[in-house]
């Protein structure tokens, strides 16, 4: 199979983390804001292949993605202006090397990402988030990155089951995540694309403190086995997506998480890659200084 686009598969893998975003719901208030990933008693680990919606101060250093003859080391960092909005920023290092092509290495595109908490309802474990993403054009390398800048409206949802009856006490602990945006070049007539994200989330710290105490030992408790997708379908062209399943550790400070990335169509490309990230909660290493809200304060 051919090896994919570098941008191409940049774009499909982390299309959340390298854009920046503004949404045009900006004037409406924002949702009062807890901790990290919390609704009530659910825990929502942050996503490795997928943008979780939860704004707040975290740190992603680092991201590696190994995918077929190319390495890419990213870093995220996402810091909380208000309660409920948060601004990321993004920028990785790409090292590809596709057989009988000229390698191409050097540093993406930076890109920043304002997000707002439109939704957040504690009891039925569900939060809406609203974004609109910018790469910026021309800040990385000529040889990786593109000289157009990428625009990207998107909608970030989360939910947990933990609602569901106690007969089905055994689906409580799943939780779902995902994205959707329209990205488009700020290049006239330039590709535009629609793209779509997600996790499927099984909670065994859920399970061990809400449903059932199944008599996890602390480490087990707190791994959350997880199925990512990643999905692009530009205009005038198909559609390459791939499929991650993986496993996350999640401790109070720090995340580990590691999956396999696998291409669901030909169009992608033939090779299994993984995606591995060491993650920090700035908001609970830091708590009065570094992951506070620039305004307004303590969180609630």
């Known amino acids: 199979m051919p090896f994919p686009d570098r941008r191409g598969l940049a774009r499909l893998l982390h299309h959340c983390r390298f854009r920046a975003a503004f949404v045009t719901a900006a004037f409406i208030l924002p949702a009062s804001a807890q ?103 021309g800040s990385g390398s000529r040889a990786v990155a593109d000289r157009n800048s990428t625009y990207s409206p998107m909608l970030k949802y989360g939910k947990g089951f933990g609602d569901l009856s106690d007969e089905a006490w055994f689906l409580r602990p799943f939780a779902v995540t995902g994205s959707v945006d329209y990205a488009f070049s700020g290049q006239h007539g330039g590709p535009n ?31 959350t086995p997880v199925v990512e997708y990643s999905f692009s379908a530009a205009s005038g062209g198909g559609t390459t997506g791939t499929i991650n399943p993986g496993i996350i550790w999640s401790g109070q400070d720090v995340q580990l998480a590691v999956e396999a990335v696998i291409p669901a169509n030909r169009a992608t490309g033939g090779a299994v890659g993984m995606i591995a990230q060491l993650h920090f909660y700035i908001d609970d290493i830091f708590p009065t200084t570094l992951g506070r809200p620039v305004f307004g304060g303590a969180r609630s």
């Open 35 to 137: 901790a990290h990933g919390i609704l009530g008693d659910r825990f929502f680990p942050a996503t490795i292949s997928s943008d979780d919606p939860f704004a707040a101060d975290e740190l992603a250093l680092p991201t590696f993605t190994g995918f077929a003859h190319e390495r890419d080391y990213e870093l995220d960092y996402s810091k909380t202006i208000f309660r409920g909005v948060a601004l990321e920023i993004g920028a990785g290092y790409v090292d590809a090397h596709p057989p009988g092509d000229v390698a191409q290495t050097g540093w993406g595109n930076f890109s920043i990402q304002p997000s707002i908490e439109l939704i957040r309802d504690p009891q039925s474990e569900f939060i809406l988030t609203g974004a609109f993403g910018w790469e910026i054009g």
């Open 193 to 223: 694309a629609i793209e779509w994200a997600g996790a499927v989330e099984y909670s065994l710290l859920y399970l061990q403190n809400n449903v059932r105490d199944l008599g996890l030992g602390n480490f087990a408790a707190h791994l």
